[in-house]
């Protein structure tokens, strides 16, 4: 018996290693130089062996087997490709929670990172629920921008997938590529989370409510989180389109702060 269980398990462990094989000669290059791998560990196949003590004994010696597992370079990695897919340029990127200054600031500036702070930090506990979002609004230049994107790119580097989508430069790349406006609104429903910046900073037209609210709508039915920053208020969102507004009102009022206050206080760029 024993020698049947000892021959199935070695059986088990070819097949293992034939796959193993196989998809390491898919994905090495073909250069054999040893510089010539991103990632000298695993020769950039994205796995490598580790023996293990199996529980088994084949003639009172415990068996080992060798198995793949993945290797830490193909987090890197797959953090490195959400960044790109994002459209979140390289300057947001630098921007994070640790170099936003609250030093001297007024309360709602304060209050404004505070709840981008938490909202990260809850969020795996939060992303199913109906207010799953945040949305910061209000007066220019108070950093709604810069805490979103530390949310957004905190975010990516736990390998949640983002996209980025500047209200009045990507509706004019909608309207001048009209034949991808079907693709490009089906991806901003289904990513797992979408921050939306500098929402109605012009006046809103038909063709972008009537846009915004499919997003907005299939996120909402969905559950499906939306970050959000704009210098309108509440009411202002409420009037530019009611059954927009209160969705968006309804998704975020857990983490929702509005800045208003002296601009000369408030707005960075003026200090």
Not at 155 to 174: A, C, H, T, W
Request: proline share 2%; hydrophobic share 35%; aromatic share 10%.
């Amino acid at each position: 018996m024993e020698e049947v269980l000892h021959d199935l398990r070695q059986k088990v462990n070819e097949r293992q290693a034939n796959s193993i094989n196989q998809l390491q000669s898919e994905t090495t290059s073909t250069s054999t130089s040893e510089t010539s791998y991103e990632c000298s560990i695993c020769k950039d196949t994205g796995f490598v062996w580790e023996k293990v003590k199996t529980g088994l004994f084949y003639k009172n010696v415990e068996q080992v087997v060798e198995q793949a597992r993945r290797c830490e370079c193909y987090k890197r990695k797959n953090i490195m490709r959400l960044f790109r897919n994002s459209h979140i340029t390289e300057e947001f990127r630098k921007l994070g929670f640790n170099n936003f200054t609250i030093e001297g600031k007024p309360a709602p500036i304060q209050d404004a990172f505070k709840k981008a702070v938490l909202y990260f930090k809850s969020f795996h506990r939060l992303r199913e629920d109906r207010t799953n979002s945040i949305a910061l609004l209000g007066n220019p230049g108070t950093g709604k921008t810069h805490l979103l994107s530390a949310v957004a790119n905190n975010l990516m580097k736990s390998q949640i997938p983002v996209l980025y989508f500047p209200y009045r430069e990507g509706f004019d790349e909608l309207k001048d590529r009209l034949e991808d406006l079907e693709s490009k609104v089906e991806r901003m429903k289904d990513i797992d989370v979408l921050f939306i910046d500098d929402l109605f900073k012009r006046s809103a037209t038909e063709f972008e409510i009537k846009t915004l609210y499919s997003v907005i709508n299939y996120r909402y039915l969905n559950h499906k989180p939306i970050l959000i920053s704009s210098e309108c208020l509440v009411d202002d969102l409420l009037d530019i389109d009611e059954a927009l507004g209160s969705r968006i009102y309804q998704m975020c009022k857990q983490y929702l702060v509005e800045i208003v206050g002296d601009r000369r206080q408030l707005n960075h760029r003026l200090a």
